[in-house]
């Protein structure tokens, strides 16, 4: 039940894109196109942001966008707004030990 | 409205029991996988446990293995996690999510276990 990679900290500048990777293996984001990613606010539950590896769910902006090649997953924030300002974390499914999260990323808009 | 909300934490000492309660409310809770999952302070999401639709699956991360138990009252639209033989590490924000392909699209508001030595 190993976590999945991800960089402790990402940073960007308002209007710019930055991109957070979620690295695991070939039996959890290499086996699955079920990766997910949310977002956490400081002292809130966990959002999802991303599902499926690409989906948005409803009411999330269009600036957030998911992608996966092989065992590497991405999340992209596009036109980084200062309420982006959070800790993101990546999710996979991981057979039959279910879900596995990432460490977590706090995102910085400078 | 989809809702989700847990209770049940508090302070206990080490090899003290509880048991967390997450009530849910717009869904049934049988009609969902649903999950555990933890967050000790200043750390991060961390998969618990989760019970399958049909009530009788479960599964637990092998740090709680042994020690806890997830289960539902489907009258109650509740779902429960028995905490046993608490340690110090288990100290942390308890949330429960639901299950939907995978992803957790609906989370609670974490209650709050601490337990001391």
């Known amino acids: 039940q190993s976590a999945l990679t991800q960089p402790p900290s990402a940073s960007g500048s308002p209007g710019q894109s930055v991109a957070i990777s979620c690295t695991g293996t070939s039996s959890d984001v290499g086996a699955y196109n079920y990766v997910s990613w949310y977002q956490q606010h400081l002292g809130k539950a966990p959002k999802v942001i991303i599902s499926?590896?690409?989906k948005r769910p409803s009411g999330v902006p269009d600036r957030f966008s998911g992608s996966k090649s092989g065992n590497t997953a991405s999340l992209t924030v596009s036109g980084l707004q200062p309420e982006d300002e959070a800790v993101y974390y990546c999710?996979?499914?991981?057979?039959?030990?279910?879900?596995?999260f990432g460490g977590g990323t706090k995102l910085t808009v400078l | 409205e989809v809702q989700l909300v847990e209770s049940g934490g508090g302070l206990v000492q080490s090899g003290g029991s509880l048991r967390l309660s997450c009530e849910v409310s717009?869904?049934?809770?049988?009609?969902?996988?649903m999950h555990w999952v933890r967050q000790a302070p200043g750390k991060g999401l961390v998969w618990v446990s989760l019970i399958k639709t049909d009530g009788t699956t479960t599964a637990y991360a092998d740090s709680v293995k042994g020690r806890f138990t997830i289960s539902r009252d489907n009258a109650k639209s509740t779902l429960y996690l028995q905490m046993n033989n608490l340690r110090v590490e288990d100290t942390a924000v308890y949330y429960c999510?639901?299950?939907?392909?995978?992803?957790?699209?609906?989370w609670g508001q974490g209650t709050t276990v601490t337990v001391s030595s």
């Open positions: 999510a639901r299950d939907f392909y995978s992803c957790l699209d609906v």
């Open positions: 999710s996979s499914h991981a057979g039959s030990t279910h879900v596995v």
């Open positions: 499926e590896v690409s």
């Open positions: 717009g869904f049934t809770v049988e009609s969902h996988w």
